[in-house]
Nanobody, 111 residues
Framework: QLEDSGGGLVQAGASLRLSCAAS????????IGWFRQAPGKEREFVWF????????NFADSVKGRFTISRDNAKNTVYLQMNSLKPEDTAVYYCNAGGRFWGQGTQVTVSS
């Protein structure tokens, strides 16, 4: 139901844009969020966006560097990540309504 993509290997300070594509039904029914899990750490919340793109919430660690948006015509949510840091290295997962998960996309930031 969810397909996340866009990860890669970049240097510190670079940017990446992650995409989370959902089925039309899922996209119109749920808030979409991003989580990440670094090696040896718990999965942590990054950002979510409500289905009307009115309500959003994000983690302090990404404030001012990441932004989230949704394209209703493409049933896709984007996570734009700027000024990446090595501590952003993790597998990033999108989530719909707390129920459905994408397969994850690896983001690796080298120093």
């Amino acid at each position: 139901q969810l397909e996340d993509s866009g990860g890669g290997l970049v240097q510190a300070g670079a940017s990446l844009r992650l995409s989370c594509a959902a089925s039309a039904r899922t996209f119109s029914s749920y808030s979409i969020g991003w989580f990440r899990q670094a090696p040896g750490k718990e999965r942590e919340f990054v950002w979510f966006i409500g289905w009307r793109a009115i309500n959003t919430n994000f983690a302090d660690s990404v404030k001012g560097r990441f932004t989230i948006s949704r394209d209703n015509a493409k049933n896709t949510v984007y996570l734009q990540m700027n000024s990446l840091k090595p501590e952003d290295t993790a597998v990033y997962y999108c989530n719909a309504g707390g129920r459905f998960w994408g397969q994850g996309t690896q983001v690796t930031v080298s120093s």
